[in-house]
């Protein structure tokens, strides 16, 4: 971490007094437990009050859907100190290559990845997580609060496969970063997106939906789309929205679902959609009005009465990593906090009411899109003017 350390004080001495009130804490940096690239931070608060963080380390920067494998840190003094980084996931024995993947070049020959670790912490104290395998197949974990106790991963592919009617899917994905529990019924809900694979290197084309448990994690269900690229036919629910891809969840205070949505519309803002149950009927994907989007994942989370959302606040690139608050159920989002005004990417939040622990990508190695590190740090509802 020696590198990224020294990277910390160069953008705390560039940024001057706006840096952030508490610089923020590495976790997952380049070089760390040789994986050269850390990506897809994701953070959950269980009921004890433990954070877990998590991330998703690249062996090869160049080549990022090879070789990649799920990395979490677990603190129990809100952030002050974390455990060692230990490996959340391997691939399965029988894992085999997307092809997608592969013949587009976006992947190596011989090398599994192990994609887009989620999690929901629910108000017994466990910890449910989802991740992908080759962006192809769903794999379902149970564990304590501290991410410790791990039940066998099961599969739960033919969840997704529920979807196959109206989206004849190659290539899907879950989160990232967290999912919820309903709070009066219990049900856990992750977001996810399914695409068939036809544009880019298969990521895209897609539909985005949600997938849920009603018993604790032992069974899952799919959920309707809520919203799908044009060309996308065979859909008998959700909005059209060009291009949508990774959602963000939260229940706001009077428990209406909000899935904050990634879209590449010439709007240049972020799609909501909200429901009562977290699977079935969706509202119409609607464009946010102060939440732009920069082509980026967003993060969201609920902080007592306020629904707060973060995403990089730049239309160029991926930088001024900035929180924006809602008092009115995510309608509008007239306040912000600016978490980090240098290069910052992806990110994930929690909150325990007042205060919101927040993980994302800090730093550049090639680009704004190849983070240096990734890094936790909080901050509190009422610094958002």
């Excluded at 979807?163 to 190659?170: I, N, Q, R």
Aim: glycine share 10%; with cysteine.
């Amino acid at each position: 971490m020696k590198k990224f350390n020294a990277l910390l004080l160069t953008f705390a001495m560039a940024a001057g007094s706006a840096a952030t009130a508490q610089e923020p804490t590495p976790l997952f940096g380049a070089g760390d437990n040789d994986f050269e690239m850390y990506r897809f931070p994701g953070i959950v608060m269980t009921s004890t009050g433990n954070l877990i963080a998590f991330a998703e380390g690249r062996k090869d920067a160049a080549m990022r859907w090879s070789e990649t494998r799920p990395f979490i840190r677990v603190s129990s003094d809100k952030g002050a100190t974390w455990s060692e980084a230990k490996q959340f996931a391997d691939k399965p024995a029988d894992a085999a290559q997307n092809k997608i993947l592969l013949d587009s070049g976006a992947a190596e020959a011989g090398r599994i990845g192990v994609h887009n670790l989620t999690a929901i912490a629910d108000k017994d104290g466990a910890v449910h997580w989802v991740y992908a395998v080759e962006y192809n197949r769903i794999f379902y974990v149970k564990t304590d609060d501290k991410g410790e106790g791990a039940s066998d991963p099961v599969e739960i592919t033919a969840t997704l496969d529920k979807f196959k009617e109206e989206v004849d899917w190659k290539l899907a994905g879950v989160g990232t970063g967290h999912g919820i529990q309903i709070k009066d019924s219990g049900r856990l809900v992750f977001t996810v997106w399914i695409s068939d694979g036809t544009q880019g290197i298969g990521l895209q084309n897609a539909a985005v939906a949600t997938i849920y448990s009603d018993d604790a994690g032992k069974t899952w269900n799919r959920g309707e789309i809520i919203a799908k690229q044009f060309g996308l036919e065979k859909t008998k629910t959700g909005t059209e929205l060009e291009m949508p891809g990774e959602t963000a969840i939260t229940q706001a205070a009077d428990g209406t679902v909000i899935v904050n949505i990634r879209n590449k519309a010439l709007k240049g803002q972020r799609a909501q959609a909200t429901s009562k149950d977290g699977a079935t009927g969706w509202s119409e994907a609607a464009f946010v009005d102060g939440l732009m989007e920069p082509i980026c994942q967003g993060s969201i989370t609920t902080a007592g009465n306020a629904v707060v959302f973060a995403n990089p606040a730049n239309m160029i690139m991926r930088k001024s990593l900035t929180a924006f608050v809602s008092t009115d159920g995510g309608k509008k989002y007239p306040k912000k906090h600016v978490i980090d005004s240098g290069v910052s990417g992806y990110s994930d939040l929690a909150s325990d009411g007042t205060t919101v622990y927040a993980i994302y990508e800090k730093g550049a190695q090639s680009s704004a899109n190849d983070p240096e590190a990734v890094v936790f740090t909080k901050f509190a509802v009422g610094d958002a003017k």
